[in-house]
């Protein structure tokens, strides 16, 4: 909870003090109250459907040209965002599912989101949390991908499957899982190429991971995890849809929120995607992820 506040921290002060500002010296919610805080909204990359939502929320609740305090519209605000987040209806869906073993996720995103960083973190959490985990690189087409995650692999204390640069990734997905298996490991996390320049390969690539994994475990991947840069706004909205379109996605890791100020993108992205916000990155060490919890993330972010 204390990472997370001070994740958060660049978000909150923007934010409240957005919003404070939003309502100065006014003694009703107006036109302007309201336009101020679609404003703020924006700002804070929640997006503009989502944020037409609130809006339209905080109408519904405030009789037009009543008085309400900064205090209230606060109070008032962040539970019609927390009602939104817990709209997702697969929000809060805890953790893995232990009866599949080995539990195969693969995680995908473009270069330089955090995806490596997030994958040893993860494999930090599982490996606290008493389960055994391989990682796999079927990022092979960049070396440098291969590397950072053997240095995760070493620093965290999990075995890696690899192949040489410029192998097929989908062999490595295949050799990872099958050795996971092998080993009786709980967790298999496998790191893919997010290069996004062509859709259609994106796309093949991606499904013959799947296929050729599922040629060892049939019901692999258990998850696939988007990973997204939380610091860079409406990008991470647009490669969000790139990946979405591309492959089934079934849960998101947002990073880098203590970088920014527009943590907003957290709210938008879960609304606009109904796929869970699973994981959050709110720093650079091994214990900065947090398992996303939208109440608890709503209050830390209004603190
Ligand atoms: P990849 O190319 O997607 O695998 O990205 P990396 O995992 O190599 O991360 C790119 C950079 O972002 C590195 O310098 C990481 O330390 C940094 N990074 C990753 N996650 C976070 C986070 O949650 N917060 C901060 N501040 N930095 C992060």
């Known amino acids: ?29 107006d036109e302007e109250v309201l336009d101020n805080l679609e404003e703020v909204l924006i700002a804070s990359d929640v997006g503009a459907s989502t944020t037409i939502k609130i809006i339209e929320r905080i109408e519904q609740r405030v009789a037009r040209d009543k008085y309400v305090s900064t205090e209230e519209l ?10 939104l987040l817990l709209e997702n209806p697969h929000q809060n869906s805890g953790n893995i599912d232990q009866s599949k073993k080995p539990y195969v996720i693969m995680v995908v995103g473009v270069n330089g989101v955090g995806k490596t960083t997030t994958i040893g973190k993860l494999a930090h959490q599982f490996k606290k949390e008493g389960k055994s985990v391989v990682l796999g690189a079927a990022d092979t087409f960049r070396a440098a991908a291969v590397d950072q995650l053997v240095i995760w692999s070493e620093r965290v204390g999990v075995p890696i499957v690899k192949q040489s640069m ?9 050799d990872t899982v099958q050795s996971a298996q092998a080993q009786g490991a709980d967790i298999a996390i496998i ?18 991971i799947k296929r050729v994994m599922q040629k060892v475990l049939p019901d692999a991947p258990h998850e696939i995890l988007l990973v997204l840069d939380g610091s860079t706004g409406q990008n991470a909205f647009e490669q969000a849809r790139q990946f979405t379109a591309a492959t089934e996605v079934s849960a998101l890791a947002v990073t880098k929120l203590d970088g920014t100020a527009k943590g907003g993108v957290v709210i938008g992205i879960s609304d606009q995607f109904q796929i869970p916000v699973k994981y959050i990155g709110v720093g650079e060490k091994m214990e900065d992820l947090q398992l996303f919890n939208g109440a608890e993330f709503v209050d830390s972010f209004f603190k």
């Open 1 to 29: 909870k204390e990472t997370l506040d001070q994740g958060l921290e660049k978000s909150r002060e923007g934010f409240f003090e957005k919003i404070s500002k939003a309502v100065v010296g006014k003694s009703t919610v």
């Open 191 to 208: 790191d893919t190429a997010g290069r996004l320049h062509n859709k259609v390969n994106l796309m093949n690539e991606l499904s013959k």
């Open 74 to 83: 606060n109070r008032i605000l962040r539970e019609e965002i927390t009602a």
């Open 166 to 174: 410029g192998s097929d990734p989908a062999s490595v997905a295949f």
